[in-house]
């Protein structure tokens, strides 16, 4: 799983995210930035790997540079 945030502070509204991927952002009614992807609308939550190049395409996407992924249980191949 990841963990993608959003920093609403920086956040603008333009919707980006949602438009590319949909499956994990949405927009709120107050104009900002959510993550839904659990079921919930949160500035932070967990999202399926199988979401993850249209996460990564919105991350850069963003104006703002405000979505951020935090990449969880990395196993290392040396290990
Ligand atoms: S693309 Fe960035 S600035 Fe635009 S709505 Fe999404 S999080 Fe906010």
Do not use: K
């Amino acid at each position: 799983m990841f963990t993608v945030w959003i920093d609403q502070d920086l956040c603008t509204g333009v919707g980006v995210c949602a438009d590319i991927c949909p499956s994990v952002f949405a927009l709120g009614n107050d104009g900002l930035a959510y993550v839904t992807a659990d079921g919930a609308m949160t500035d932070r939550g967990q999202v399926d790997p199988r979401h993850l190049d249209d996460l990564v395409d919105a991350a850069e996407a963003c104006p703002q540079e405000c979505i951020f992924i935090e990449i969880e249980d990395v196993v290392d191949p040396a290990a």
